[in-house]
């Protein structure tokens, strides 16, 4: 059964740049057909995808972060992270990895979730 | 981007109701709609797949229908662990996007 866990800190400064990885257990990030994702749910408000990662490297970003957001894959220890650069107090989210299959998008499993705050 | 509207946006029911709720995309999107539940601290879990087909391990009590534009996840006994945050997605085309959630509370 494929487990995913975030892992990063939880206070970030604004302007500075949120890191986060996302560790997978149970399955390969270097496997065909899984996309490795990132989504947030900012305080009292829906799910926000944010992009993902094919194990080739290819990336998809959600234009409305796009110039801001990196998503990488280290196959060697099976973990993929995302990089959010220049954040302000918008940014303060629970953020999620999850796995979604390439031919459907649709995300399962999903890990627990880690809170970011950006504050000074 | 494909804007995705869920209404009502809360209900409250009791325990054994039949709930019936709506997700809305602006445009064609097929089948390609996902159904989630989310409880409080916890990380949401996959429900419904491809508009209709129920995630193995997902009770039968729920159910999903609709295409095109139109889409509706039923609930045809609510149980104590049902009240939750249900949120639809659309896996048609990127940028991938959620509806607002629909919470489901106690009557």
């Known amino acids: 059964q494929v487990q995913l866990q975030e892992s990063g800190p939880g206070l970030v400064k604004p302007s500075q740049t949120l890191s986060l990885t996302c560790s997978v257990s149970?399955?390969?990030?270097?496997?065909?057909?899984?996309?490795w994702s990132w989504i947030r749910q900012r305080p009292g408000k829906g799910l926000e995808w944010i992009g993902y990662?094919?194990?080739?490297?290819?990336?998809y970003y959600n234009p409305s972060l796009k110039s801001l957001v990196t998503i990488s894959v280290d196959t060697s220890k099976n973990q993929f992270s995302l990089k959010l650069t220049s954040v302000t107090a918008a940014d303060t989210a629970v953020y999620y990895c999850?796995?979604?299959?390439?031919?459907?998008?649709?995300?399962?499993?999903w890990g627990q979730g880690t809170l970011v705050t950006v504050s000074s | 981007d494909i804007q995705m509207t869920q209404s009502p946006s809360s209900l409250s029911a009791s325990v054994g109701d039949r709930v019936s709720f709506t997700c809305r995309a602006s445009?064609?999107?097929?089948?390609?709609l996902n159904w989630y539940q989310k409880k409080p601290g916890k990380a949401p879990s996959l429900l419904i797949h491809a508009a209709s087909s129920l995630q193995s391990g997902v009770p039968s009590r729920f159910s999903g229908s609709g295409s095109g534009t139109d889409f509706t996840l039923t609930i045809s006994s609510l149980q104590p662990e049902d009240f939750a945050t249900y949120y639809c997605?659309?896996?048609?085309?990127?940028?991938?996007?959620f509806g607002g959630g629909t919470k489901v509370e106690i009557k």
């Open positions: 997605q659309q896996s048609y085309t990127t940028p991938l996007t």
């Open positions: 990662i094919y194990h080739t490297g290819n990336t």
């Open positions: 999850a796995r979604a299959a390439a031919a459907t998008r649709w995300f399962d499993p």
């Open positions: 149970g399955g390969s990030t270097s496997s065909d057909g899984y996309y």
């Open positions: 445009q064609n999107i097929f089948t390609n």
